[in-house]
Structures are given as structure tokens and as C-alpha cells.
């Protein structure tokens, strides 16, 4: 998950958004209101196939989010049943980060492997039990991930 997420108010300009986009390496932005809750989603795609001066004429009202606590299989799902390339993460507080599929992919690419009984398990963090032999996260090691591998 990416987090502080770079937002935008509804009057930002689009040449503001394109060079925050750009500046950050991102390729969407979320619009929020001055409470901070979210308005739409405003991606390349929207700068491109959109007219509009301001976020408010050409960002993405219909957000598709996700809590906290849902689980990244589910994450994943949306992305690809939806044909989407980021959920916003939001909690009763409102936003708190946007999880993207380079964020999945890297998520599938983190091994853990039990220093105890071999037992790999690929998760962004360790484990808190071993599923096989029940050892402490203390226990687990980072598989390091070779390119191609």
C-alpha cells in the first residue's frame, strides 16, 4: 500500500495534477474535499480522454475502495475482475492509502521461509506462527527474489 497518498483539492488545475502525476511518479490522484473525504479519482487516462479545466470536470466519481482489513485476495480480485489499476484504501477516517497492482505483484514476489521446518510462505510480512511447525515470526527469513526468478 502507498501511503501518504498525494491528493488533490476539486479546483486544482489539470496542468497542476499532470505535474504532480508526473513529479511523484504516479499515475493517479485522489480528489478529496477540504474534510478530506474523497470526491473521485482522477488517473492519466482521465487527463487524456476528458475535457475539462479543473479535477471536479473530468475525475472519476465512481470509486471503488477497500478497508483496511480486507484481505490483498480480495484486493486482487477487484483489480482484475474490474479491469481497475488501484483501490483507495479508506477507514472511517477517511483515506489512508491506495493499494495498485505493482503493489500486488511485488506483495506475490515477498517470500518468507521458516528458518525451523523450510516452510515458505509469501506474504509482505513474516507469518506470527509457522503454519507447519507453529515457530515464532522471529523465526522466518526473507527469500531473497532473483530478477526472472
Same mark, same amino acid.
Given at each position: 500500500?502507498?501511503?501518504?497518498? #498525494?491528493? !488533490? %483539492?476539486?479546483?486544482?488545475?489539470?496542468?497542476?495534477i499532470a505535474d504532480a502525476l508526473t513529479k511523484h511518479g504516479i499515475s493517479a490522484v485522489?480528489?478529496?474535499?477540504?474534510?478530506?473525504?474523497?470526491?473521485?479519482? #482522477?488517473?492519466?487516462?482521465?487527463?487524456? %480522454?476528458? %475535457?475539462?479545466?479543473?479535477?471536479?470536470?473530468?475525475?472519476?466519481?465512481?470509486? #471503488?475502495?477497500?478497508? $483496511?482489513?480486507?484481505?490483498? %485476495?480480495?484486493?486482487?480480485?477487484?483489480?482484475?475482475? +474490474? +479491469? #481497475?489499476?488501484?483501490?483507495?484504501?479508506?477507514?472511517?477516517?477517511?483515506?489512508?492509502?491506495i493499494v495498485s497492482r505493482g503493489d500486488v505483484v511485488a506483495l506475490l514476489?515477498?517470500?518468507? !521461509?521458516?528458518? !525451523?521446518?523450510?516452510?515458505?510462505?509469501?506474504?509482505?510480512?513474516?507469518?506470527?506462527?509457522?503454519?507447519?511447525?507453529?515457530?515464532?515470526?522471529?523465526?522466518? $527469513?526473507?527469500?531473497?527474489?532473483?530478477?526472472?526468478?
Amino acid at each position: 500500500m502507498s501511503t501518504p497518498v #498525494i491528493t !488533490v %483539492a476539486p479546483h486544482t488545475t489539470i496542468r497542476e495534477i499532470a505535474d504532480a502525476l508526473t513529479k511523484h511518479g504516479i499515475s493517479a490522484v485522489p480528489v478529496v474535499d477540504d474534510g478530506g473525504a474523497v470526491l473521485g479519482v #482522477i488517473s492519466e487516462y482521465d487527463l487524456l %480522454a476528458r %475535457a475539462g479545466t479543473v479535477a471536479s470536470e473530468v475525475m472519476t466519481t465512481a470509486v #471503488i475502495s477497500v478497508s $483496511a482489513d480486507t484481505a490483498i %485476495a480480495d484486493v486482487r480480485h477487484l483489480l482484475v475482475e +474490474r +479491469r #481497475i489499476r488501484r483501490v483507495l484504501v479508506l477507514t472511517a477516517g477517511g483515506l489512508v492509502g491506495i493499494v495498485s497492482r505493482g503493489d500486488v505483484v511485488a506483495l506475490l514476489a515477498t517470500e518468507w !521461509v521458516c528458518e !525451523v521446518c523450510g516452510e515458505s510462505v509469501r506474504a509482505e510480512q513474516p507469518p506470527e506462527l509457522c503454519p507447519k511447525c507453529r515457530a515464532g515470526s522471529d523465526r522466518f $527469513a526473507l527469500q531473497e527474489q532473483l530478477p526472472g526468478a
